[in-house]
């Protein structure tokens, strides 16, 4: 009996508030949508960077989606991010460098996007320049060469069509569409872009076994006397397959793109790019920060043989006196091998990066 | 129900007495951490001249550095009659990122007394377990399986014979290897006895001097031992005597 009352008083209190709820329209709240953590980083790396004011929801991320793939943001609505950033090729494009709506190319090779929240530094591009997933979003928009839009045109665009406001309100509480929400839910999208599943992850999670070939290839790439790559690209224990920090490997003896030297001003920075993941390589060529290496082939040659000195030329690159570290053709085919087993077909095909 | 109550007597007077430990404690307890500083004999360095300064080592020749990573674990503070606190953790250093120079224990009260500082260079046996701690394998620290596994414990990049004809060195410590799958601990205890009187809260500064790595007892002659180290067992072992004399006790700040 006494149960009874207490459910009652249950019942009604719950009433009560959700009467509330309804005369209140600013109590919406986007549902959130934690990342979802592979177990081959939660084993292995520390959790990802997510900034406080900007929180992974479902009604974000769609949002961040749906403005990837809309040509909207360009100046004549001709080319979108996926544009450069095709999901078929991790992200990125298959030319060297990439054309903008008018048809001019930059000076940079597109860079493959993903798991791009365990960026711990936050130092986006191959200089560094952009400090976060955030902040980077503006410039595509508005530079000359890529997209070549004015923001206030960008904004306007979306704010007359007829399903963005209420997108925006779904995600932000709010259908008065700004540059900051507009980036905020592109950054939002990009964070969800990971990539885990590949041969090695399945390898090193017990779930698949190396050939002897690709296993030749990891101990090249882990020996400090044959390729030596682990101290710039990760290792098995650090599945990023990047150290994300800045280092001259060689490719120039002088340099037309400063590299980070650009953005810091310090000549001892000139010729210093960031190292980009090592995940993917299948599908992400040509390689480099100018895309002047064709083929992975072409790559392993350059670091056997044909490394150029130069004042930054970073330590690592110990035999630059002769060329570089001069591997076997046996160890090139099977250091080969092994870097393709860290390509993760299932991210092109993801469903939830598809346009 | 007299059971119970008598229990419940038992867990308050537990609960009231500990209470009361902690307080006499606070009275003569002190919170400690720790700050590295860096030199090269008499130079500063930090992570505005780490990469610029250019130095010379014992066997003669000019080197620029280009990086600087070390780790240490297991600080203990051993007081005079022989009792040993041993801090948690273990401490990163990144000469490019000064955050890292200073090192403050999650529990770091110990009683007022007179200690000396005792450390481990890199880790143990026991705490070298490979891939086991998430944020050094995050800073790619790892120590290649093919030599032991685990982690660095050291890895000094530079150039030498800058004024000449410059070539790269990478001075890495980590684990040695005997020969193909037979492996040799290579950490080393670092016990420094200058006596550490603390009264109060106190800031134990302590100092490495790079250059050591090239002296003592070990000329280091880079122009033979320069690349590739990792897997040369003698170098790994010049290494671990050459640290021995690396550290020192600056004194406290309380």
Not at chain 1, 2 to 25: G, M, P, Q
Not at chain 1, 163 to 190: V, W
Not at chain 1, 273 to 291: D, E, V
């Amino acid at each position: 009996m006494k149960n009874w009352i207490a459910y009652l008083l249950l019942i009604v209190s719950v009433l009560a508030c959700s009467k509330e709820n309804a005369s209140d329209t600013e109590t919406y709240e986007p549902t959130p949508l934690p990342l979802n953590i592979p177990q081959i980083f939660s084993n292995n790396i520390i959790p990802p960077v997510i900034p406080n004011n900007n929180p992974q929801t479902v009604e974000g991320v769609a949002l961040g989606k749906k403005l990837f793939f809309d040509k909207t943001l360009s100046a004549n609505q001709t080319i979108a991010c996926a544009s450069c950033h095709a999901p078929q090729n991790a992200f990125t494009d298959n030319t060297p460098t990439s054309d903008g709506i008018d048809g001019i190319f930059g000076t940079r090779n597109s860079m493959p996007l993903f798991n791009l929240a365990w960026n711990y530094g936050e130092r986006f591009t191959w200089d560094g320049k952009e400090l976060s997933l955030e902040r980077q979003a503006i410039e595509p928009v508005q530079n000359p060469i890529e997209m070549h839009s004015d923001w206030d045109d960008v904004v306007d665009r979306l704010q007359v069509d007829n399903d963005y406001p209420e997108l925006f309100r779904l995600a932000f509480k709010t259908s008065t569409i700004t540059k900051e929400l507009t980036t905020k839910a592109i950054a939002q999208f990009e964070r969800t872009l990971i990539s885990a599943n590949s041969k090695f992850d399945r390898f090193s999670l017990g779930q698949a076994t190396l050939t002897p070939q690709e296993q030749n290839g990891l101990n090249v790439f882990m020996d400090e006397e044959k390729g030596d790559c682990f101290h710039c690209h990760g290792n098995p224990n650090n599945p990023l397959w990047t150290d994300n920090v800045f280092h001259n490997n060689g490719l120039d003896a002088t340099f037309t793109d400063l590299g980070l030297g650009g953005v810091t001003g310090d000549p001892s920075d000139n010729g210093k790019f960031r190292s980009p993941s090592l995940r993917n390589l299948a599908y992400t060529a040509p390689y480099m920060h100018n895309g002047r290496f064709a083929t992975l082939d072409q790559v392993i040659e350059f670091y056997s043989t044909g490394l150029q000195q130069s004042p930054t030329i970073d330590a690592l690159m110990k035999k630059v006196d002769q060329g570089g570290v001069n591997l076997s053709a046996q160890d090139k085919a099977d250091l080969k091998a092994f870097l393709l087993t860290l390509s993760d077909p299932s991210f092109l095909s993801n469903p939830g990066f598809q346009d | 129900m007299k059971q119970i109550f008598a229990l419940l007597m038992c867990v308050a007077l537990a609960l009231t007495s500990c209470g009361e430990d902690m307080d006499d404690n606070a009275l003569s307890n002190a919170n400690i951490n720790f700050k590295f500083s860096h030199t090269w004999d008499n130079t500063l360095i930090n992570s505005s001249n780490l990469t610029t300064q250019t130095l010379t080592n014992e066997n003669g020749e000019n080197i620029n550095i280009t990086r600087i990573r070390y780790l240490i674990s297991k600080l203990q503070l051993v007081n005079s009659s022989g009792t040993t606190f041993t801090f948690d953790g273990y401490k990163f250093t990144d000469l490019e990122n000064e955050d890292t120079y200073n090192f403050t224990p999650e529990n770091n009260s110990i009683p007022t007394g007179t200690y000396t500082l005792k450390f481990v260079w890199g880790f143990n046996e026991e705490d070298n377990i490979d891939g086991a701690y998430l944020d050094l394998n995050s800073a790619s620290w790892n120590w290649p399986t093919m030599l032991g596994g685990g982690y660095h414990f050291l890895q000094f990049d530079g150039m030498y014979n800058v004024d000449t004809t410059p070539s790269p060195f990478n001075y890495h410590n980590g684990t040695a290897r005997v020969s193909v799958g037979n492996f040799e601990q290579n950490f080393a205890i670092i016990e420094l006895e200058t006596p550490l009187n603390i009264t109060k809260n106190a800031t134990i500064n302590v100092n490495m001097n790079i250059s050591e790595f090239f002296k003592n007892p070990n000329t280091w002659d880079l122009n033979v031992l320069d690349t590739p180290l990792m897997p040369n067992y003698n170098a790994q072992k010049m290494m671990q005597e050459n640290v021995m004399s690396v550290f020192n006790v600056e004194g406290i700040t309380q």
